[in-house]
């Protein structure tokens, strides 16, 4: 009984940290290097593809997923690129499209493989009777509390007996909260880069409104937490 209160106080610490560690990192790139004008290149390279160059983005996306690399500079990026609103959707859907395709995987071609991973995994074991007992709630909880590496629970979902259906939809339900505030993250980072001083105001507007939503995306992970570890999941 001990263990839960230091396991609740750690929680957003430890998110706090990695946002401000992978903000500070893109900010550095921003710096050091010239972001500005690839950033240029690229949204006119998108802008004469259209929608195309948001769907290419999109499957981009989808295939680091199924391929194992982690995404988190596509999300910031997509902010930076296409704004809020826009970079929220394609990562939604990149991210929803490939964690699809990740479950359809692991339940046909390579679901022999992602057995073996899960074997002797104690949490996924706690993870798979919680999804038996409560169903596609479990799925949106673990998306929304990150508990779980996103590419690998894409795979170890195949396993479980939640059907394909609720799992997309509270996939793309549960990473909606992260997503938006990684996103504004992103577009704030790519707005410092290429602010003049006429934008100051509007720059620290946009840092205190992403500073809100990470601060309302980690409320949500920690509710989320503590409902999966309720359930009897618990996060080593």
Do not use: H
Request: aromatic fraction near 12%; charge should be positive; include cysteine.
């Amino acid at each position: 009984m001990s263990a839960a209160p230091d396991s609740r106080k750690k929680f957003p610490i430890a998110k706090i940290l990695l946002a401000v560690v992978a903000v500070a990192g893109v900010a550095t790139l921003y710096y050091f290097l010239p972001i500005r004008e690839w950033l240029d290149a690229f949204k006119q390279y998108v802008a004469t593809l259209g929608a195309l160059g948001w769907v290419l983005y999109a499957l981009t996306y989808a295939l680091c997923c199924v391929l194992f690399i982690p995404a988190s500079i596509l999300t910031l990026s997509a902010g930076a690129i296409f704004g809020v609103v826009k970079g929220s959707i394609i990562v939604i859907c990149g991210a929803t499209l490939g964690a699809s395709l990740s479950f359809l995987l692991a339940r046909t071609v390579l679901r022999k493989r992602i057995e073996s991973m899960t074997a002797s995994n104690a949490k996924f074991r706690a993870l798979d009777q919680a999804i038996t007992a409560e169903g596609w709630k479990i799925v949106a909880l673990v998306r929304s509390s990150v508990v779980f590496p996103f590419t690998y629970i894409n795979y170890a979902f195949g396993l479980t007996g939640i059907a394909f259906g609720p799992y997309v939809l509270a996939t793309f339900i549960g990473i909606i909260p992260t997503t938006i505030a990684f996103v504004y993250l992103g577009d704030v980072a790519g707005t410092a880069a290429t602010a003049t001083k006429a934008q100051t105001a509007a720059l620290t507007i946009k840092i205190v409104g992403g500073l809100i939503a990470l601060g309302v995306s980690l409320f949500v992970a920690r509710i989320a937490t503590r409902a999966i570890k309720r359930a009897g999941v618990e996060q080593s």
